[in-house]
């Protein structure tokens, strides 16, 4: 017997939900590339990126997953034999790291761990050593979606300005950009990069990077430069060059709604909304770890991310019977632990285009799912978060 019906509740941290206006604006047959209008969508678009990434730089939009995009912003500024300097704080910027190993890069890892943010006075003393100026680039992921950390890049900035370094800081911002404040030009960002599938709600297959003019020059004399990943070739007079070839348009008119959605709900409220819910995840797994079975992945309240919620669980047998109690009884998917957390914890998404009914439903299924596993929690979580929305959600 289930309660499963109706339609699926994804609580994965990417590919999220994505609104009905969005699948609506792509479902329409192909249009001529070659008219004016192809041209305008991707200029608007352009513009639109550069007001979230907070930017007076250039953006540019690739036909690519993530995993894509970090090449775009590697291939852009480094040359062969350059060294870099990769923050660590979870899996996604040792796997950006690793993709510029594989490109003839020297790559320095500053030991960090899973349960926490990036230390930026250890960043500032790494760099401070670095007397001949040996780094060139800094990688950071302002939130890893596996260990569920966020990163005050604003802090690391002022930590690579206080060591009067010259290397580019270069940060992912899949799992943040349209969620949480970025502030790309105020808090000293060089180059930084996201996708379409996370708070964009849009499916996968769009690449985002930003570049300041500091960033743009180091390009002109980058080695690594490929024809497909090349800022100068994008930036040439025909729409065709802007995608090195035929336009992603299904795609770019789902991403154009998309964005009209996030700016007419407007950005603060957009932040608030993403802090509320989290708040509200946070209450319930509050509650849930008093039965000393679920913890929190990050220690530090303040360095737990407002897009995703990592939860250990110190039983392997009840973290795959939720799972799967959740989804097969329940119709909700949760998302598993993954890189060093495999099989070791379960994540809540709270990121894009979600609400209160949904966090709360998602929520509600963990606790069905614990009743009926007989999983030691402290309580009701979702009754948590339902007493920190009607607190904190103005009437």
Not at 250 to 268: K, P, T, W
Request: net charge negative; proline share 3%.
């Amino acid at each position: 017997m289930t309660v499963r019906a109706g339609r699926e509740f994804l609580a994965i941290p990417g590919p999220t939900n994505m609104p009905d206006e969005v699948l609506r604006a792509m479902h329409r047959p192909s249009v001529d590339i070659y008219a004016e209008a192809l041209p305008k969508l991707t200029a608007s678009l352009l513009a639109d990126m550069k007001k979230l990434f907070s930017t007076e730089g250039h953006t540019y939009i690739y036909i690519a997953n993530g995993h894509g995009t970090w090449e775009a912003a590697l291939t852009n500024v480094l040359s062969r034999g350059d060294k870099i300097l990769v923050l660590e704080s979870g899996r996604f910027a040792l796997g950006w790291g690793a993709a510029a190993e594989r490109m003839m890069v020297e790559v320095e890892i500053l030991k960090g761990a899973w349960n926490r943010a990036v230390r930026p006075e250890e960043v500032e003393a790494r760099l401070k050593a670095d007397t001949k100026g040996a780094i060139k680039a800094i990688l950071v992921a302002q939130i890893d979606t596996a260990s569920g950390v966020v990163n005050d890049i604003e802090a690391i900035g002022k930590a690579i300005k206080s060591a009067k370094h010259d290397a580019l800081l270069m940060v992912d911002t899949v799992a943040s950009l349209g969620c949480i404040p970025f502030e790309m030009d105020k808090w000293g960002v060089d180059v930084a990069m996201s996708g379409s599938q996370k708070g964009l709600m849009t499916p996968p297959g769009l690449g985002f990077v930003a570049a300041n003019e500091r960033a743009r020059e180091i390009h002109k004399k980058a080695d690594l430069r490929t024809a497909y990943w090349d800022w100068s070739a994008r930036e040439g007079k025909e729409h065709y060059s802007k995608y090195a070839g035929t336009a992603p348009v299904n795609h770019l008119f789902g991403l154009r709604q998309a964005l009209d959605m996030i700016f007419e709900e407007g950005l603060e409220n957009v932040f608030t909304r993403h802090r509320l819910l989290a708040e509200a995840t946070r209450a319930a797994v509050s509650v849930w770890s008093e039965g000393q079975m679920l913890h929190f992945n990050i220690t530090e309240p303040e360095e737990r991310s407002d897009t995703v919620t990592t939860v250990l669980v110190s039983d392997a047998e009840k973290l795959t019977a939720l799972r799967k109690f959740c989804n097969e009884k329940c119709g909700v998917v949760i998302g598993r632990g993954i890189g060093d957390l495999q099989g070791k914890a379960f994540r809540i998404a709270h990121m894009g285009h979600v609400n209160a009914p949904m966090i709360l439903g998602t929520l509600g299924a963990v606790d069905i799912a614990m009743i009926a596993l007989d999983i030691p929690h402290g309580g009701c979580g979702t009754e948590a978060a339902i007493k920190v929305l009607g607190e904190k959600v103005a009437a």
